[in-house]
């Protein structure tokens, strides 16, 4: 390619935007549905139920320790496609670019989507690129929608959990979250974070094993941990214990979040799953998810009960219970 | 002259029940030969008199003249009726189906005459711990529901033996219609419990002796007791309760024992032997061969109270004088109340158990007080002894429901002229408190009987009283700025009318800019309030972690003082900073990225506390500011420079320029103690002439002082005087905290304004 910056004229429907479909975007996702470039994917489905999803990724910066942009577009689709308990088949993106990114951060985000897809068998079929002008938007904004196949006897409802049942993480917490504040700020740890974005298809074999075991999925991406369960704690009409010496933090992330006053538990996960399992199984399904590298820290953290309903409680070391609530805002201080 | 003979109703409001006054009414109308009857109805006390119209007016007048001590007349009227013909005075059986606007009286501290009955061999209560009458004893932590009967309180599974119930039935007896009234035949026992929950027969005194830890089952929940003088128990006792720095209340035998270990005035010799039987915060004598190191580290007060019940004379003898009674909780949980939870919870702390089988309904912890060089009380925790005493305050018509702060809870519920505020539920994050709040909600409006429809809240979004008000269905809810809460509290102890200057002073609070604030002076009423002037914001990097460590406080005022100069000054000065944690910090100062600000007072008092190397860790709730006050040296009277300007039209009080000064002070090696009351002064002086200003600015002579800062007696004792001398009239707080253990007070009297005359 002639320029190595994004020009408004790359967004023109001309020449211009037909070389940059074929040289960077059909060459990356090359597949034999994308191929003939129609208007629409046409695609043959397995039977089952339709399951689909959608997420827009602006994020500063653009490339993160441990991921970038490209990488977690596919990661966020794909890993609502699987809490859904559905088998992710087919993705469509958009492009929304800012006049004036380099074409090479482009090409490497679109590298990183396509090898991120390919892990997970997943195809990109459609997509759509627009350009804007510089300040109209921040280096490139993504937007991914995916389809998968839920399996028939499959239906991951918060209705489905029960009390008794046991609360399970698929890993450490806290730590993309932690990665891209420490990136935008400028932070740097003795011991770097990395961001644990990644696509969590070693799950379909689990959904295949533990299928009626499994009451319900959640991808605790904005919010953390915390904003998913207390969702969870609504939705069910339950309340949920975790045990806070319980739940999976690395030492590096706990260290900073103590240094910035920050707690894990609100923080975006971008590689993990809260998967509530029924009681009996539980001990099988987490030694299962420790034979993979995936989910190698999953760790049993809490478990479901009648009471309190719609409430999230952390037991703490000494004994006591505080409720983990849903912050509005941001972390405002409390203690007088 | 002919005699006028009429008939009338009295009926008389206030805490009126379960005080000795349907005898005292009895006893004084026999005195005038007047026919009739009393009762005690769910709406306040009534009464029917026949007889000559002068001895009735005679009689009227002594009625709400001289009442019985725990009586509390609120307000009374008089009625003239049809003649009914009465043959007698009688005491009628309660009414329970009139409106409920009858008062529960507080627990009392046993009075007197129980107390020489209890030690009394002859007696035949001699040495049984649940003595009572109608001048003393349990009321609010047994009582269940209106109207106050023994059916109704936690007493109802013991009926009175023949004798007891002579007693109760006698108006001319003390314990005529004592509703706990109970002998060793009758009533409670206790019993002395091992780990196991075994029975034991020993004597808990020797247990003491021999350095044993004992959970006490007292008023209002248990109490942890250890000798205070046994300096090894006290250490295991602090080191099991993994409360590192708190310092330990005391119980002393008498108030001569008192006096042994502490300076008392008389004032506060009044408040040791009052009826409430509070805790009052004393300086302890130098030398005073008590460990302080262990009791109150870092201090030079002691927390002491009286035996209050007939069980604490039993911990006592020649020679166990001085007990640690610290409130049996574990971290932050609500206090124990339950015989089985004591157990299965303090079982790795408590050694024994003293246990005994009355129930306790409403927990309740002891009120905590000191009072200022004014005479006044000012009171840390307001609970046993007060609560559920009503304050009087000049409301509009609408019962309202205030849910107060976060930490140190309490609620308030208007009704009539009145603001009930609660006991303190803690840090209502923990759940059980939270439980207990809500449960005390219910309780209070039972025995109210109001059903507010108007809640007062805080503005933080994220306080658990603010999320349970917005989940409340079909209220109006009204938002209170934190300070200004802050300052209608002490407006309305002295229903103070138009608009007044207030000083709020505390550690956090959100502020309506997005802001923390913590050092504020506004210009307020009722109906709301503009702010005049604030202490300089600093950036706040890490929230409520800075309250936790105070020396991350002074590294972000050294970085606002000295800038860049910080990487040195900082290992000179705060050596226990971890350089990491240094380095995050000030990379968070200099981006200045997503950082909050504060104007929080109790933050620059962390700051201070930890550059002179006094505390940099805080381990309870302002332990900084407290052992900063400890160390002051009151010979000191020099302060710091500061300035003040105008910014936005907020004047700013700036402190930055006392840290030059501060530390090159510490370098010549001035003593902590100077310094730190150099610091207090230089707070002083700088409020004061900032108020001058604003009086200048705005005409307004009144100032009213509030929050947990002001706990501090320096600041609160020099301020007074300072602007006194100004010519100011300046308000304190004198029946709730000025903590946030009093703010739902003044959230209540704003809401009652603002909704004044609507419906
Ligand atoms: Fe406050
Ligand atoms: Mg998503
Ligand atoms: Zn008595
Ligand atoms: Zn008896």
Redesign the pocket.
């Known amino acids: 390619m002639k320029h190595d910056r994004i020009l408004l004229a790359h967004g023109s429907g001309g020449l211009m935007s037909q070389r940059l479909i074929d040289e960077i975007f059909k060459k990356a996702f090359n597949n034999d549905i994308m191929e003939p470039m129609l208007d629409g994917a046409i695609l043959d489905l397995p039977a089952g139920k339709l399951a689909m999803s959608t997420d827009s990724f602006v994020i500063t910066p653009l490339f993160f320790p441990g991921g970038d942009i490209g990488k977690l577009s596919i990661c966020g689709t794909v890993n609502d496609l699987l809490a859904c308990g559905a088998q992710p088949l087919y993705l469509s993106t958009a492009f929304i670019i800012e006049e004036g990114l380099p074409i090479s951060d482009l090409r490497s985000i679109v590298a990183s989507m396509a090898e991120t897809a390919r892990q997970v068998g997943v195809k990109l079929v459609t997509g759509d690129t627009k350009v804007v002008e510089k300040g109209s938007a921040d280096g490139v904004f993504i937007n991914t929608t995916g389809i998968g196949i839920i399996p028939a006897g499959i239906d991951y409802l918060p209705q489905r959990i029960n009390s008794g049942d046991k609360v399970i993480v698929t890993g450490n917490i806290g730590d993309h979250g932690l990665a891209i504040l420490a990136q935008r700020e400028g932070l740097s740890f003795s011991t770097p974070v990395l961001s644990d974005c990644a696509p969590l298809y070693q799950l379909k074999d689990m959904i295949d094993k533990y299928q009626d075991a499994i009451r319900c999925m959640r991808d605790p991406t904005r919010g953390g941990l915390a904003t998913v369960l207390n969702e969870i704690a609504v939705q069910a009409g339950v309340g949920i214990r975790v045990k806070e010496a319980d739940i999976p933090v690395s030492v590096a992330v706990q260290g900073a979040c103590d240094m910035l006053g920050m707690d894990p538990l609100y923080m975006a996960n971008e590689g993990k799953m809260v998967i509530f399992v029924a009681a009996e199984a539980a001990e099988d399904f987490l030694n299962d998810l420790h034979k993979m590298s995936q989910t190698e820290n999953a760790a049993l953290i809490g478990r479901v009960s009648p009471e309190p309903a719609g409430m999230v409680l952390v037991e703490t070391e000494l004994g006591a219970e505080r409720i983990l609530g849903v912050l509005e805002g941001e972390h405002i201080p409390r203690i007088c | 002259m002919q005699t006028k003979y009429g008939s009338y109703q009295i009926r008389i409001n206030g805490i009126v029940q379960g005080v000795g006054f349907r005898p005292f009414v009895y006893r004084l109308a026999s005195e005038y030969d007047l026919k009739g009857w009393v009762l005690n109805s769910s709406a306040g006390v009534l009464i029917r008199v026949e007889g000559p119209d002068e001895q009735i007016n005679t009689f009227a007048r002594r009625l709400v003249e001289e009442p019985p001590p725990l009586a509390l007349i609120r307000s009374w009227d008089i009625n003239a009726q049809d003649w009914s013909g009465f043959t007698d005075f009688k005491i009628k059986a309660s009414d329970d189906h009139e409106q409920k606007v009858a008062m529960i009286s507080p627990d009392i501290a046993v009075c007197a005459e129980c107390r020489s009955e209890v030690l009394n061999r002859e007696d035949r209560r001699y040495h049984y711990p649940f003595i009572n009458c109608t001048n003393c004893g349990p009321r609010f932590t047994i009582i269940k529901d209106l109207p106050y009967d023994r059916s109704m309180t936690t007493m109802a599974s013991f009926p ?2 023949p ?2 119930q002579r007693e109760y039935e006698n108006p001319n007896h003390r314990r005529f219609h004592a509703q706990p009234n ?2 060793p ?3 409670p026992h206790i019993s002395l419990l091992n780990r196991q929950g075994q029975e034991i027969n020993q004597d808990v005194r020797e247990l003491f002796k021999a350095g044993y830890i004992v959970a006490v089952k007292g008023l209002g929940g248990f109490h942890l007791a250890v000798n205070a003088r046994d300096a090894k128990a006290v250490a295991r006792l602090r080191k099991s309760k993994q409360r590192d720095a708190k310092p330990f209340a005391v119980m002393v035998k008498d108030v001569e024992t008192a006096h042994k270990y502490c300076l008392i005035s008389p004032p506060e010799e009044r408040w040791l032997l009052a009826p409430q039987a509070p805790i009052v915060v004393l300086k302890c004598r130098e030398g005073n061969q008590l460990n302080s190191d262990i009791i109150h580290p870092g201090l030079n007060t002691l927390g002491v109270m009286l035996p209050y019940t007939p069980l604490h004379y039993l911990l006592f003898d020649q020679d166990l004088e001085i007990l640690i009674m610290t409130s049996a909780n574990i971290s932050d949980e609500p206090l124990i109340i339950d015989n089985q939870e004591a157990i299965g919870k303090l079982g790795q702390i408590a050694d024994y158990f003293l246990v005994h089988n009355r129930d306790i309904y409403n927990p309740c912890d002891d009120s905590v007080l000191r009072v200022t060089s004014l005479d006044t009380p000012l009171f840390f925790r307001r609970a046993r002894g007060f609560v559920p005493r009503g304050i009087k305050i000049d409301d509009g018509t609408k019962p309202i429901l205030a849910v107060g702060g976060e930490m140190k809870n309490t609620f308030c519920l208007t009704r009539n002229g009145e603001a009930f505020l609660s006991q303190h539920w803690g840090d209502l994050n923990h759940f059980n408190n939270y439980m207990n709040f809500q449960r005390g909600i219910e309780r209070f409006k039972r025995m109210l009987y109001v059903e507010p429809e108007i809640i007062a809240h805080d503005l933080h979004p994220n306080y658990q009283t603010s999320r349970w008000a917005k989940m409340q269905p079909g209220v109006k809810l009204i938002e209170v700025q934190h300070h200004f809460a802050h300052l209608a509290s002490v407006m309305a102890e002295h229903n103070l009318q138009g608009e007044v200057l207030g000083l709020i002073c505390d550690g956090t609070g959100w502020g309506t800019d997005g802001a923390v604030w913590g050092g504020e002076i506004l210009r307020a009423d009722y109906t709301g309030f503009t702010r005049l002037a604030q202490h300089k914001y600093v950036p706040f990097p890490g929230g409520d972690q800075n309250a936790k460590k105070p020396y991350r406080m002074a590294l972000i005022y050294l970085y606002a003082a000295f800038g860049e100069e910080v990487f040195d000054l900082a290992e000179q000065f705060l050596p226990q900073l971890a350089t990491e944690e240094k380095n995050i910090m000030l990379t968070c100062l200099m981006n200045n990225a997503h950082v909050l600000r504060t104007s929080s007072c109790g933050r620059l008092f962390d700051a201070a506390g930890a550059i002179l190397g006094i505390c940099s860790i805080n381990q309870y709730e302002g332990q900084a500011a407290a052992e900063l006050e400890a160390w002051a040296d009151p010979f000191e009277k020099g302060h710091y420079g500061f300035d003040l300007y105008a910014e936005q039209g907020i004047w700013q009080m700036d402190v930055l320029p006392m840290w030059p000064e501060m530390l090159a002070e510490i370098k010549r090696n001035y003593l902590p103690g100077r310094i730190a009351q150099k610091f207090h002064l230089t707070l002083v002086k700088m409020w004061t002439k900032t108020l001058c200003k604003l009086r200048d600015e705005t005409g307004l002579n009144r100032v009213v002082l509030s929050g947990g800062v002001f706990c501090n007696q320096i600041l609160s004792n020099g301020l007074y005087k300072s602007l006194t001398e100004e010519g100011f009239k300046v308000y304190l707080h004198q029946q709730v905290p000025p903590g946030d253990g009093g703010i739902s007070l003044g959230q209540a009297i704003i809401a009652s304004e603002v909704y004044r005359g609507c419906v």
């Open positions: 009175m033996c004798e007891c109970a002998c035949v009758c009533g």
